[in-house]
């Protein structure tokens, strides 16, 4: 008898729900802060469907509110401010974001997203930019062990969950525009300084430089070590070009 995988059963409202970020903050004198993304995590061997829901809709105009995510994928929500008044200053605002199955209409899953409108302040915006980090770094750690359980990953599992191509009939169905599959970590070396080699090159330009100059009669240095004009022009060449790849680095 062939033994086949038995999906978990799905209980209305305890679904988790992956959402970053859950906090959003708009200031006032700062445009580019009008316009915010919810990035929706699908870490699921099934298809979800979402809805936006907003406490003051008439403040906020939200781009596809209502759409799916595919399996092991995740969708952008944008989300824009378009009251900016100086009344709404500090005023809590709620956006409830609901999952269920595609195949259902009960609400799987739920979370709330505050969003505030705050005047400019660069002290204020870098607390809640290490606050987002922090929120982030602790998202991704219980979302890695989730995929990791659903998927099966010995890993890394945003390395190795490869990207889904859409087909043409999946774009043509699909109600959001800015949907991609899930998420990749990049991995970035950070430079240590300069080479051995490259020290030790530029030592020795150094050095040379400070040898005398062929044709000098009174000096302690023995003849064999002077060198000539075009000798020492190379060296300061090769000491320009060691200092700018150390400055670059």
């Known amino acids: 008898m062939q033994q086949q995988r038995s999906q978990p059963e799905l209980v209305e409202g305890n679904l988790p ?5 859950t906090e959003l903050i708009f200031y006032a004198d700062d445009q580019s802060t009008h316009k915010q993304v919810l990035t929706l995590y699908n870490p699921y061997e ?4 979402f809805k936006v829901l907003c406490t ?7 781009v596809d509110a209502a759409g799916a995510v595919k399996p092991l994928c995740c969708v952008d929500i944008v989300i824009r401010h378009r009251d900016v008044r100086s009344c709404h200053y500090d005023v809590i605002d709620k956006f409830r974001l609901q999952v269920s199955e595609q195949s259902q209409r ?3 899953g739920r979370k709330e997203i505050i969003a505030t409108l705050l005047p400019s302040a660069k002290e204020q915006r870098k607390e809640v930019e290490e606050k987002r980090i922090k929120e982030h770094l602790t998202e991704s750690v219980f979302l890695k062990e989730h995929m990791l359980y659903q998927t099966g990953i010995h890993g890394s599992p945003f390395e190795k969950v490869a990207r889904q191509p859409w087909s ?3 774009l043509s169905s699909s109600p959001t525009s800015d949907t991609h599959c899930s998420v990749t970590v990049e991995n970035r070396n950070v430079s240590s300084g300069p080479s051995l080699l490259t020290v030790f090159l530029g030592i020795v330009c150094i050095a040379a430089l400070m040898l005398p100059t062929l044709g000098e009669v009174e000096s302690l240095v023995p003849l064999y070590f002077h060198l ?6 190379v060296a300061a060449y090769v000491l320009g070009l060691i200092t700018m790849v150390i400055l670059r680095i």
């Open 168 to 170: 043409q009939e999946d």
């Open 228 to 233: 000539s004009v075009n000798q020492k022009l």
């Open 106 to 108: 009960k609400a799987l």
């Open 46 to 49: 099934f298809a979800l469907k």
């Open 56 to 62: 003051t809709p008439n403040k906020y105009v939200v």
């Open 17 to 21: 729900v992956f959402v970053f970020p």
